[in-house]
Nanobody
């Protein structure tokens, strides 16, 4: 069993930056593919980024602005978010699955955190 806890969300002005963290307990994450998703009110959960042993992947909406990384020694996943826009406002979730492949769909992942709110003001 893997427990995930996100932190680092908050309120930031457009153009600003935030770094989200996702700390895992219960298992080492070194063999897990990890992802970030977000969900805005009234919208479906949206893929933001993913990382595995094979690499990283970003959708066009965040590519060049967001960077996913991991520190296996700390069992922690990060999401550096730069040049934030009001449309980035959402609850951000980290997710994990025991796999070498990157998943881009929510149902690719087995474990989820509780989410952290990111609000970008215009």
């Amino acid at each position: 069993q893997v427990q995930l806890v996100e932190s680092g969300g908050g309120l930031v002005q457009a153009g600003g930056s935030l770094r989200l963290s996702c700390t895992a307990s219960g298992r080492s994450l070194s063999s897990y593919a990890m992802g970030w998703f977000r969900q805005a009110p009234g919208k479906e959960r949206e893929f933001v980024s993913a990382i595995s042993r094979t690499g990283t992947y970003y959708p066009a909406s965040v590519k060049g602005r967001f960077t996913i990384s991991r520190d296996n020694s700390k069992n922690t996943l990060y999401l550096q978010m730069n040049s934030l826009k009001p449309e980035d406002t959402a609850v951000y979730y980290c997710a994990a699955v025991l796999s070498l492949r990157i998943g881009v769909a929510a149902n690719d992942y087995d474990y989820w955190g509780q989410g952290t709110q990111v609000t970008v003001s215009s």
